[in-house]
């Protein structure tokens, strides 16, 4: 049972940091960037470049990774749903947009690493440390710290930076946020690169614990959505608490019934909120100021 709790943990850290990475993207912009998921991807996979084939130390294939990973999700940005919204494009095309963007860029990621599962790991597989009863890796430690770190970093960055500030603006109204004087495109250009490169450092950390293959990413990136509907948008508090519940619920239920049952316990738990506490955690709505 302590081992379940240890993976509790785990699950829970890296399902908040990429629920945030996703709700910012959501908060600014309005709509599902699915294609979120192939930043997880990418990142992992530029790591593998990196650091395996262009034999870089991991010191510098880990920046470098998550750079080039960001670039892609900022890059979705500018290149498609930008044009898309000058156009007066819905939210529902513009998930179609990342929708078929993601099903792209994944092809892409099988073109050129293939679909077998690869490594990034060069260390010998370990029993780990005995914490409470528990096993716990290096690398399950260092997945904790960095998540936990950034989650509260992100979580500060929105409420007392300039950038922050001008994201909740553009969330809650663009039109009178260009009013202004805060310009709506490159707000939410700031949202896409902030929320690229949180889901990209969770990617890499995956990537060092459990491997990758290029579907890698849009399961996280489903739990991620499930867990930010459960907490509510635009309350960190709120994406920490959903995250440690689908967290919780689906391990127990793992080990108590089967780990066949994780993603029917995960979508159970989204109808009853969406049926109960469409909200989430927060019960906050977002605020609109009409001009």
Not at 21 to 46: E, G, N, Q, R
Not at 159 to 174: C, E, L
Not at 264 to 274: E, K, P, S
Request: hydrophobic share 55%; glycine share 8%; charged share 10%.
């Amino acid at each position: 049972m302590q081992q379940v709790f240890s993976h509790i943990i785990l699950s829970f850290t890296l399902l908040a940091l990429i629920c945030q990475s996703f709700s910012l993207v959501y908060y600014a912009s309005k709509f599902f960037h699915i294609a979120h998921a192939i930043t997880l991807t990418f990142a992992a996979y530029f790591t593998f470049f990196f650091f395996r084939q262009l034999s870089l130390p991991l010191a510098l294939a880990v920046p470098l990774a998550v750079v080039c990973a960001t670039g892609v999700g900022m890059l979705s940005e500018v290149g498609v749903y930008r044009p898309l919204r000058r156009r007066g494009a819905s939210a529902m095309i513009l998930m179609i947009a990342s929708l078929g963007l993601y099903t792209v860029l994944q092809n892409v990621v099988s073109m050129v690493w293939g679909d077998s599962t690869r490594s990034v790991r060069f260390w010998e597989v370990k029993a780990g440390h005995r914490f409470l009863g528990a096993y716990v890796t290096d690398v399950q430690i260092v997945t904790v710290a960095v998540c936990l770190a950034l989650f509260v970093a992100c979580a500060l960055f929105m409420k007392y930076s300039r950038i922050g500030r001008n994201i909740r603006a553009v969330a809650s109204n663009p039109e009178l946020a260009n009013v202004a004087g805060i310009s709506s495109d490159r707000t939410i250009l700031w949202a896409f690169g902030v929320g690229s490169a949180l889901a990209a450092v969770a990617g890499i950390l995956i990537a060092f614990d459990t491997d990758m293959t290029p579907t890698m990413g849009f399961r996280w990136l489903l739990y991620g959505v499930v867990a930010m509907i459960i907490g509510g948008v635009g309350s960190a508090w709120g994406l920490a608490g959903g995250a440690l519940l689908l967290a919780a619920a689906q391990h127990l239920a793992a080990y108590h019934i089967g780990s066949q049952w994780m993603d029917a316990v995960a979508y159970v738990i989204l109808i009853l909120f969406l049926i109960a506490r469409p909200l989430g955690f927060s019960g906050k709505r977002l605020k609109k100021v009409e001009v």
